[in-house]
């Protein structure tokens, strides 16, 4: 006897069940990722520290009317009265720089399981790597979500605290955030994974890599964003149609587009022409205002902003066949420097020779063996261009290849605070008489004598004709070794100096003189001079520190 | 009983810690010790690690004093760490480097004299047998040849006081066996604090035992005391296969076996567990397990050498 169900109603087919059922559990192990991932990382002081300077840096980026500097204008000094669609788009402007601190934050989570080898929990069980990395990636997401959050946060207390426009509109508030910065967030979440499952970028390497790929997106956004001559002609509601849904990562057409169209009538045409500045910094005259109640947007802009996170998503499922692979190449070391073999650099040992007959000599040898001998072929080769452009190149050249020499060294400056911890060696270390002074000591000679010797070619150079160049040159120099060191010692972690070293590298290759050992002047040697200062006052405070209950 | 006599090196004075405001892990109430191998025994979790890390200064305990030779380590751990050798339960090394480099680098940081480093150095290493592999770089180096590069310098300063936890995990039967040994030749005249949940490791070596449970000190005396004091409580029974989840759930069983179809069970307890029980000679196994079995029933009398 059987009996027949109304179709509607008949059980569905065991492969569909099973694979909903597979999907299902595949859904419950992403979601206990996500969890005992953000768990993690926000029980962690670093996180709360960072989401301070965001909201301090969001409070900063909406200034009174009376400031003398603007964050983001139009022209030289227009901006929009602080209602809630303002400062949201102010804050959305920042996404470029919120992806840049997300994914220093954010990244490592990966790398953090193959470490601590939690792995061999989970790639034994029946989790699936798509599962896997989108929790990953979710969670990266929601980090970096967290701290826009407390942006907007930040930036409704603003318009309430400034009082241009008391009216709060949480949508407008929110909207530019959603559709600008969560696009350009997820893009870097994607990098974030990407970045921890390939093995050559897992450390320095890929830190400074992603700056390279972060900077050439600053400039396609920049290149991208220029005036449209019909803006002053535009009425918006026709024009809205007309609106390209294409976008460059951080939506800086789309929101130039929007604020030409949306505000031509409110101020002059030569002002529009001018374009608008994020980041503009002082101004010129006092501030002009315009009203910006709402961001009129195209739906096809929405969806366009959306392929980016749809690009990303891709992206990381893209990576899902590596993982298995990425694992196994990281159970391989017993250490973070890798399985490649130590070179035996006798040279270096002779040369040391002369240092080992006192302990401090003995340990300051050992340090630069511990920086040299793993670095590969390309590294050692590297120098030979820098010290001849050092040596033979005309001054400008000579100021970026000292700023190359100390590139290369990158690492070394900020990671050597960090090696007993990376290496397992604490408590071998610390249960030593006076042995956290010892070492420090041997360290900051160290790393101030490689940061010399990087660029001694290019101080021989000018010792003889500008011997104040060398000079100030030396003095950066032991500026930026006991950054590094104090920067790891304060942080625990190697990227916040790097992050800053990338940063003012590349200011100084745009012309900016903090790291050029060209610059004429004491300005900077003396900024120097007081940041050597600072870094050894945060060097001996950290001897006297005691987290761990050492002394 | 039996107690230690030894002269007072390491006096353990009312010591408590606690992570954090979370409850006291370790309250070792009083403990003196003297020059010759000590055991310090317990389940995990028992606060031995704690008590390791306390005494090589690597945590400094909430109350109460830890007195070495007569100074209070937490006020001048320098004065110990001039005497302490110390290998860590887990602990990493420079791969950049060879043995002979690290270790030069480690006496270095023990401020060790230059000229007799180099010496002490092909010492140390001619002691765990590494003289051979000696400038290899450690990248290439096994778990096991790590773990004697970190018993070699914990031997570098020729410490009064050597504190090993856990330091035969990872190493194979000889060399675990090659490790007792190294431990008998050092003990002479210091003291060496040898933790471990590993019975037969300190049945072979150790003069003296401590046994911690659940952060406090249950014993406190020679290996043979503890097997005096369980003299009496064991008992080898004869069950069937059958009885045997019944057994294991009413008496305290240190060991079991299968014997043709029966399995023969070593009980511990007062009286015999039942019909066919005959009694036998307790080893140091089971008078531990009985002493851990009787710590944590309060009802149940200890042993006289308990602190």
């Known amino acids: ?100 601190i997300g994914f220093y934050l954010v990244r490592g989570t990966v790398q953090r399981d193959f470490d601590t080898r939690v792995w061999q929990l989970l790639g034994t069980t029946s989790m699936r790597r798509s599962a896997y990395l989108l929790a990953k990636w979710a969670s990266h997401l929601a980090v970096m979500g967290g701290l826009v959050g407390a942006t907007l946060a930040v930036g409704l207390v603003a318009q309430w605290v400034r009082a241009e426009d008391r009216h709060v509109d949480l949508w407008e508030l929110v909207k530019p955030s959603l559709f600008i910065t969560l696009p350009t967030l997820s893009v870097s979440a994607a990098f974030a994974i990407w970045f921890d499952v390939i093995p050559l970028l897992r450390r320095t390497a890929g830190n400074i890599a992603f700056f390279v790929v972060w900077v050439t997106l600053l400039s396609t956004s920049a290149v991208g964003s220029g005036h449209d001559k019909q803006a002053h002609v535009a009425d918006a509601a026709p024009v809205l149609e007309q609106q390209p849904w294409r976008s460059d990562l951080a939506a800086m057409q789309t929101m130039q587009w929007s604020l030409e ?106 340090e630069v063996f511990l920086v040299l001998r793993m670095r590969p072929l390309w590294w050692w080769a590297a120098w030979l261009p820098l010290w001849g452009v050092q040596l033979f190149g005309p001054r400008h050249a000579v100021a970026l290849a000292m700023l190359g020499g100390w590139m290369l060294l990158i690492d070394a400056f900020s990671r050597t605070g960090l090696r007993d911890h990376e290496h397992r060696t604490v408590e071998l270390v610390a249960t030593a008489p006076r042995a956290q002074r010892r ?87 003396l900024a120097h001079l007081a940041g050597i200062a600072l870094a050894a006052v945060i060097l001996a405070a950290s001897l006297r520190a ?3 209950g050492m002394r | 009983m039996t107690k230690t006599c030894l002269p007072a090196w390491l006096v353990l004075d009312d010591v408590s810690f606690a992570y954090g405001r979370g409850p006291a892990v370790n309250r070792s109430r009083n403990l003196t010790l003297g020059p010759g191998i000590v055991g310090l025994l317990g389940p995990n979790g028992a606060g031995k690690s704690t008590l390791m890390r306390m005494l090589a200064t690597l945590a400094r305990p909430c109350s109460g004093r830890i007195l070495w030779r007569g100074t209070d380590i937490a006020r001048a751990p320098d004065v110990l760490r001039a005497t302490l050798g110390y290998l860590p339960q887990d602990f990493g090394v420079y791969p950049a480097l060879s043995a002979r480099e690290f270790l030069t680098f ?17 010492e140390c290493l001619a002691q765990v047998g590494l003289v051979e592999v000696a400038d290899r770089a450690l990248a290439g180096y096994s778990g096991g040849m790590r773990q004697r590069v970190g018993i070699a310098q914990a031997l570098l300063n020729d410490p009064q006081l050597l504190v090993v ?48 449970q659940a952060g406090r000190i249950v014993f406190n005396g020679t290996p043979q005391a503890l097997i005096d004091a369980a003299r009496g409580r064991a008992w080898d029974w004869t069950i069937a296969p059958a009885q045997l989840a019944a057994a294991r759930k009413a008496f305290v069983v240190s060991q079991s076996m299968h014997r043709g179809a029966d399995v023969q069970l070593r009980v511990l307890g007062a009286r015999p567990p039942g019909a066919g029980a005959v009694p036998a000679e307790p080893s140091l196994e089971d008078a531990y397990t009985d002493l851990l079995a009787r710590a944590a029933a309060p009802s149940q009398p200890m042993p006289e050498a308990v602190a």
């Open chain 1, 1 to 100: 006897m059987s009996a027949t169900l109304p179709t509607g109603l008949a059980p569905a087919s065991p492969a569909p069940r099973a694979a909903a059922r597979g999907l299902a559990h595949a859904g419950r192990i992403a979601v206990a990722l996500l969890v005992a991932d953000l768990r993690q990382r926000t029980r962690s002081l670093r996180f709360w520290g960072v989401a301070l300077a965001i909201s301090i840096a969001a409070w900063w980026c909406l200034p009174p009317v009376n400031a003398s500097y603007m964050i983001v204008a139009i022209g030289d000094h227009h901006r929009g009265f602080y209602s809630s669609a303002w400062v949201g788009m102010v804050l959305a402007m920042m996404s470029l720089l919120w992806s840049l």
């Open chain 1, 439 to 525: 070492l420090l000591a041997a360290r900051a000679t160290m790393l101030v004598g490689l940061a010399w010797v990087a660029i001694a070619p290019g101080m021989l150079h000018e010792a003889f004709a500008h011997p104040a160049l060398a000079a100030s040159a030396c003095v950066m120099a032991a500026s930026l070794a006991l950054w590094g060191l104090a920067a790891a010692t304060l942080t625990r972690s190697s990227r916040p100096f790097e992050l800053v070293f990338l940063i003012v590298a590349y200011a100084t290759s745009q012309g900016l003189p903090w790291l050029d050992a060209s610059a004429r002047g004491h300005a900077v040697t």
């Open chain 2, 106 to 122: 480690l006496a270095a940081v023990k401020g060790l004299a230059g000229a007799a480093t180099a010496e002490r150095v092909d």
């Open chain 1, 546 to 548: 005691d987290p761990r």
């Open chain 2, 165 to 212: 936890d856990e330091p035969t995990v990872g190493l194979d039967p000889a060399e675990r066996v090659r490790f007792r040994h190294l431990l008998t030749e050092l003990a002479g005249e210091r003291l060496v604090l040898l933790s471990t949940h590993i019975v037969s490791d300190v049945e072979a070596s150790a003069a003296a035992l401590v046994i911690l």
């Open chain 1, 261 to 366: 169209h949306q505000i031509a009538r409110q101020i002059p045409d030569r002002t529009l022409r001018d374009g608008f500045c994020v980041g503009c910094g002082s101004i010129t005259a006092p501030p002009a205002r315009f009203l910006w109640t709402t961001w009129e947007v195209a739906p096809a802009v929405l969806w366009g902003r959306m392929l980016w996170l749809a690009g990303a998503l891709a992206g990381v499922l893209l990576a899902v066949p590596l993982l298995d692979w990425a694992a196994a190449r990281a159970a391989v070391p017993a250490t973070s420097d890798g399985a490649r073999t130590p070179r035996p650099l006798r040279w270096l040992q002779a040369v040391l020779r002369p240092l080992q007959g006192t302990s401090r000599g003995v340990l300051v040898a050992a």
